[in-house]
């Protein structure tokens, strides 16, 4: 009879403390060891939080990003190996994974696996081109032309640049990257008279600026967030909607003449701006 009842009692202890992922599997409550640094905290399913099993995982796999648990361009655990070390569904793995390649903080490289998404820190203090800061951190800088030509400048180009309504600019339309990964989409405008073929620019718009004498020594930068409409999102292959940082940057040469115009959308997850503030003496 004792055994028995124990037996019940136990059998209610794991029913109460059950919980349902999204495959419709039951888990018993646990902790859960990650497959990473061993400072990380336990990931444990929360039974009052109502969402499903892997969003709980997306967000603790998020936060360790985050945190500097990964490194950039670390290998993630695959789902299986996921799945076999948390005990839940390779489903499971598989969404929580789903959900930080959405949010950008991982990538997809096919036949290799997932790894974790570059992520650049830029001094708001520094005025230096997207190569620069991609080359000092160690990553390698490639840009993807969308479009490279010359045409009249439009009414905000005109006001930005201090240019008559006549001026042709040369517009160049690219995606930057880091490690062959999707950082920004940008689009640069410079004078025609400072750039007559843009079909020239290689990788680097402030080096081809710098070997024609043409290099913006400072720069105004404003800085806003905006949600990614249709056709953004498609460019940067996120979901409509998504969060991007909207960077407009008007550089000038050392004799005060505006040279540079360029809208940056940088996806948010990539970059963390620094800025070191003083009180006044």
């Known amino acids: 009879m004792l055994i028995r009842k124990a037996n019940a009692y136990t059998k209610l202890f794991h029913a109460v403390h059950c919980v349902r992922d999204e495959c419709c599997h039951y888990t018993l409550r646990h902790t859960l060891t990650m497959p990473m640094n061993t400072t990380s905290p336990a990931f444990q ?40 070390q948390l005990e839940v569904s ?43 800061q991609l080359q000092q951190r ?13 045409m009249q400048a439009d009414a905000d180009e005109q006001l930005s640049l201090g240019l008559s309504p006549s001026t042709r600019v040369a517009r160049l339309e690219r995606l930057r990257l880091a490690d062959d990964v999707v950082m920004a989409y940008e689009v640069s405008v410079i004078p025609a008279a400072v750039l007559p073929r843009p079909e020239n620019v290689g990788g680097s718009l402030y080096a081809h600026l710098a070997r024609t004498g043409h290099m913006p020594v400072r720069a105004l930068q404003h800085l806003r967030a905006m949600n990614a409409s249709a056709e953004l999102a ?15 940057r008007v550089g000038y040469l050392e ?27």
């Not at 004799?255 to 800025?275: I, N, W």
Request: charged fraction near 25%; include cysteine; glycine fraction near 6%.
């Open 45 to 84: 399913v929360d039974l009052n939080d109502n969402s499903p099993l892997y969003m709980q995982l997306a967000r603790k796999l998020a936060l360790d990003v985050r945190e500097g648990r990964y490194q950039a361009d670390q290998a993630l655990p695959s789902e299986r190996t996921l799945s076999d």
């Open 90 to 132: 390779r489903v499971t793995a598989r969404k929580a994974i789903d959900q930080l390649v959405e949010q950008g903080l991982v990538v997809r490289k096919r036949g290799s696996g997932n790894y974790i998404a570059p992520r650049i820190e830029q001094p708001l203090s520094d005025l230096s081109s997207f190569s620069e």
């Open 138 to 150: 160690g990553y390698t800088p490639s840009s993807h032309w969308l479009r490279r030509e010359v």
């Open 234 to 248: 498609a460019r940067l292959a996120v979901p409509e909607g998504r969060a991007v940082l909207f960077i407009t």
């Open 255 to 281: 004799s005060g003449e505006p040279v540079e115009l360029t809208h940056s959308y940088c996806l948010s997850d990539h970059y963390d701006f620094v800025a070191e503030l003083r009180r006044p003496a």
